[in-house]
């Protein structure tokens, strides 16, 4: 099993930057994959970013691509948010996929790769 437990969500103007952090009991980075969603009101859960492997590999999702990073320590990972819009505003979870073996990285961006879920931090992004 493994627990996550989300933090640094919060209201933002636009333009402006949040960091979100997800720690993951359990977890190392060889073991772990760790990705970022988001769900806004009555839209589907929409992928955001993953990362894997000992090396760093990253993923990200369109919309966000050039103004989101994801990082992580160990067990822990980040979602640093720049140039917030106020269409990033939505509910941020941290996921976890344990699957041993080669995944294509088109497969991070789905929900049903990801076994564990955190309970999600609001986002708000004022015009």
């Known amino acids: 099993q493994v627990q996550l437990v989300e933090s640094g969500g919060g209201l933002v103007q636009a333009g402006g930057s949040l960091r979100l952090s997800c720690a993951a009991s359990?977890?190392?980075?060889?073991?772990?994959?760790m990705a970022w969603f988001r769900q806004a009101p009555e839209k589907e859960r929409e992928f955001v970013a993953a990362?894997?492997?000992?090396?760093?590999a990253t993923e990200y999702g369109d919309s966000v691509k050039s103004r989101f990073t994801i990082s992580r320590n160990n067990a822990k990972v980040f979602l640093q948010m720049s140039s917030l819009k106020p269409e990033d505003t939505a509910v941020y979870y941290c996921?976890?996929?344990?699957?041993?073996?080669?995944?294509?990285?088109?497969?991070?961006?789905?929900?049903?790769?990801?076994?564990?879920w955190g309970q999600g931090t609001q986002v708000t992004v004022s015009s």
């Open positions: 996921a976890v996929d344990k699957t041993i073996g080669y995944i294509p990285p088109s497969r991070r961006r789905s929900v049903d790769q990801y076994g564990y």
């Open positions: 359990t977890c190392t980075l060889a073991r772990c994959a």
């Open positions: 990362i894997w492997s000992s090396a760093g």
